[in-house]
C-alpha cells in the first residue's frame, strides 16, 4: 500500500476541529486514507451509497449522539445533504459534555455544493482538506513516467498493465457521465458531456474559450459555462486564473483549463503507452498539466496561484504568491537541459518574484543564476510542501 501524505495532516485537524472535510474525486483514496484514520482511534464507519448504513440515519441525532466519544466516518456525506444541520447540533452537544475534537470526518467527492452546506451549517466548527490522487512524493522516483502516463487515481497507477489501467479510467469516465453526474442532479446529455471533456483534453493547458467551445458543441457560451463548472465542481477539471497585478502591460485576462488528472487526459485521448504519449501533439500541454498538479497538490492552502502572460507573450507557467507578499516564479519545461526565455525572466520582475524554478524531467537540482533553479518534480514538491515563512 502507498502511504498517503495526507495522513498525519488529517489525524493533526481531528485533534483540533470537531469536524474535518476530505474532499477529493471519486477514486481518489479518500475511503483507504479514512480507514487508515479508523484503525487508529476508536471510530465508526458509514457510507452513505449503502441503503443498509443510510437507513441508521434515518434518525441522525439519535444514531450521531450515540457515538459521542468516537470518531464517525462519513463517506459521500454528499449524498445527505440534510446531514449538516444536524452534525451542527451534535458537535455542539458533544462540546458541553467535554468532547471538543475529532467527532466526524466527512468524505465528499463533489467541492462546491459541499462547501457551501457544510459551510452554512457547520461555521467555525469544521476543517478542510483536499485529497488528490496520487502525487510524485508518493510513489518512487522511478515510477515518475508511469505517473504521467497512467494518472494517480490508484486503481489506474497500480493497475496490472498499460491495457488494464486504461480500460479503467475509460470506465471511470463511463461511470462519472452515466451514474455520478445525473446523481448531482443536473440533466447533462451524456455524450454532450463526454464531447466537452474530449474537446478540454485537445486543449489542455490552454486558454479557456467558451465561444468556441460553444460553437463546436452548438450550445450557447452559458451552457458551456455551466458544464465546465460542473467538471470543477467534481474535481476533475482545474482554471488557472491570470495573474492580475498591476503593471503597465497589457495582460491575457482569461483563465488557463487543465483536466487535472493526466491519466484521463490521455484516456480522452486513446493514448496507451509512453512512447504514444511523447510522439502525440498533447505530450507538451500534459507534462505541464501533470507538473501544475503535483505542485498544486502539496502547495501549502495559504498561497495564491496563477499564471502570467502578456500580449506580447511574456510568460510564466505558475506564479505562488504567499501571505508575506513575496513571489515565486515556475517555469515547466520537458527537456533535460531547459533553459527559460527572456520572456520568463521579465515575468519574475513583473511579479516581483523572489525565486525561480525551472522544473524538468531529470533528477538533478542545480542553479542556472543566483535567483533561478532548475528542479526536479519531487525536489520542487518537496520545497513547496515544506515551505515557511522563515525562508519564503
Known amino acids: 500500500m502507498i502511504q ?11 485533534e483540533t476541529a470537531p469536524a474535518v472535510v476530505l474532499l477529493g474525486p471519486r477514486q481518489a483514496g479518500k475511503t483507504t486514507l479514512a480507514l487508515q484514520v479508523a484503525d487508529r482511534m476508536p471510530s465508526t464507519y458509514l457510507d452513505l451509497e449503502s441503503e443498509q448504513d443510510l437507513a441508521k440515519l434515518s434518525d441522525p441525532r439519535l444514531f450521531l449522539e450515540g457515538k459521542s466519544g468516537i470518531l464517525v466516518i462519513l463517506d459521500e456525506v454528499q449524498r445527505l445533504p440534510g446531514i449538516f444541520a444536524q452534525l451542527r447540533g451534535v458537535i455542539d452537544s458533544n462540546r458541553q459534555r467535554g468532547v471538543r475534537s475529532g467527532q466526524f470526518l466527512l468524505l465528499g467527492s463533489a467541492s462546491i455544493g459541499l462547501l457551501r452546506q457544510s459551510g452554512e451549517s457547520l461555521a467555525g466548527r469544521v476543517s478542510y482538506l483536499e485529497l488528490p490522487p496520487f502525487t510524485a512524493l508518493e510513489v518512487p522516483a522511478e515510477s515518475l513516467d508511469l505517473l504521467w502516463v497512467r494518472g ?41 458531456l463526454r464531447r466537452l471533456w474530449t474537446m478540454l483534453a485537445h486543449q489542455q493547458g490552454g486558454l479557456l474559450n467558451l465561444s468556441q467551445l460553444g460553437g463546436s458543441l452548438a450550445l450557447s457560451g452559458t451552457t458551456v459555462t455551466r458544464y465546465v463548472d460542473l467538471l470543477v465542481d467534481l474535481l476533475l477539471v482545474r482554471r488557472l486564473i491570470p495573474w492580475s497585478g498591476n503593471v503597465r502591460k497589457r495582460l491575457v ?97 513583473d511579479v516581483n518574484a523572489a525565486r525561480g524554478f525551472v522544473v524538468y524531467p531529470g533528477s538533478e537540482t542545480y542553479p542556472l543564476d543566483p535567483r533561478v533553479s532548475v528542479v526536479s518534480i519531487p525536489a520542487a514538491c518537496e520545497m513547496l510542501r515544506t515551505a515557511s515563512s522563515s525562508w519564503k
Open 152 to 192: 494517480g487515481f490508484p486503481e489506474s497507477f497500480l493497475a496490472r498493465s498499460s491495457s488494464a489501467s486504461l480500460r479503467w479510467r475509460r470506465d471511470f469516465i463511463r461511470t462519472y457521465l452515466e451514474r455520478d453526474v445525473p446523481a448531482l442532479g443536473p440533466r447533462i446529455p451524456a455524450e454532450t
Open 253 to 349: 485576462r482569461t483563465p488557463k483549463v487543465y483536466i487535472r488528472d493526466s491519466g484521463l487526459v490521455h484516456a480522452l485521448l486513446g493514448i496507451e503507452s509512453l512512447d504514444a504519449l511523447l510522439s502525440h501533439p498533447v505530450a507538451g500541454a500534459s507534462w505541464e498539466g501533470f507538473v501544475l498538479e503535483n505542485l498544486l497538490a502539496v502547495a501549502p492552502a495559504e498561497a495564491q496561484v496563477s499564471y502570467y502572460r502578456t500580449s506580447a507573450g511574456a510568460e510564466i507557467d505558475l506564479v505562488i504568491e504567499w501571505t508575506n507578499g513575496a513571489s515565486w516564479a515556475v517555469e515547466i519545461k520537458r527537456n533535460l537541459a531547459p533553459k527559460p526565455s527572456r520572456g520568463f525572466y521579465e515575468g519574475m520582475s
Open 4 to 14: 498517503r501524505l495526507l495522513l498525519g495532516e488529517v489525524l493533526d485537524r481531528l
